[in-house]
């Protein structure tokens, strides 16, 4: 159903104020040529934004789609952007003077402005030094949803004890969920979510070589868990973190009621 269907059926009193405006939020998207159909309405219907995803695009593709954006929106979120899509990002900023933040970590760029804390709490940790990237883009993502993170990094099971200082200092500051970014064998997540009382998100990550190489044994490793956990996909980064921020903002506006 299109707008004026919509429109026209609010006006004859067919449907209500309230199913006109799901409707909307249903359908409500910009078309931009014949490259994409650009969902503008994502957060208010999923209470997660969308991305563009740049490593699959040209930079002209990327800087096209998040003029739609930032037209609408007044911000835009760009994943997986290499150095060869920045400085056109950046002169994109520049021009409608718009701040920018980038992570190079994780290659995360977000132009405009960022959202008011919602009081969402999350914790995000990686094993290795290597698994950094990922657990950098679940951070940046939740950071862009209105969640405070807390990070530890470097805290893998081949030295087990750098980790339960960290982690007392997490359940301390009383966090509503919890990401866990491992490489090689993938056994973190599972003995995080065996000593937590939130929820725990393990994101896979490709490092690691030979048999099982590529985040393939810790993606099997995760999904044999005894301790009980949600697995995304290798390397998911930005997945883990949405998922773990919409768990915290649920969590947060309990407490505010």
Not at 110 to 121: A, F, M, W
């Amino acid at each position: 159903m299109d707008l004026p269907d919509i429109l026209k059926k609010l006006t004859n009193s067919e449907i209500s104020l309230h199913e006109a405006e799901k409707l909307l939020k249903i359908n409500h998207f910009e078309e931009l040529s014949n490259m994409a159909k650009v969902d503008i309405h994502r957060t208010r219907r999923t209470g997660i934004p969308e991305a563009i995803i740049a490593d699959c695009k040209t930079c002209e593709e990327v800087v096209s789609i998040s003029r739609v954006h930032l037209k609408t929106d007044g911000r835009v979120i760009i994943t997986r952007a290499g150095h060869e899509y920045i400085e056109q990002l950046k002169a994109l900023a520049d021009e409608i003077k718009a701040p920018i933040r980038y992570s190079k970590p994780a290659r995360f760029v977000v132009i405009g402005d960022q959202l008011k804390r919602t009081g969402g709490r999350i914790g995000v940790i990686s094993a290795g030094t290597a698994d950094i990237p990922v657990a950098e883009e679940a951070k940046m993502i939740a950071e862009e949803m209105g969640c405070s993170v807390t990070t530890i990094y470097d805290v893998g099971v081949a030295g087990i004890h750098r980790l339960f200082p960290e982690l007392t200092k997490l359940i301390a500051n009383g966090v509503d969920a919890v990401v866990v970014a491992a490489g090689r064998e993938g056994t973190l997540p599972a003995v995080v979510a065996g000593l937590v009382d939130a929820p725990v998100i393990g994101v896979p990550v490709s490092t690691g070589y030979g048999a099982g190489g590529k985040g393939e044994a810790a993606l099997l490793s995760m999904l044999q868990s005894c301790s009980v956990l949600t697995v995304v996909n290798i390397d998911a980064g930005f997945v883990a973190g949405a998922f773990a921020a919409r768990i915290a903002n649920l969590a947060a506006q309990h407490r505010n009621h």
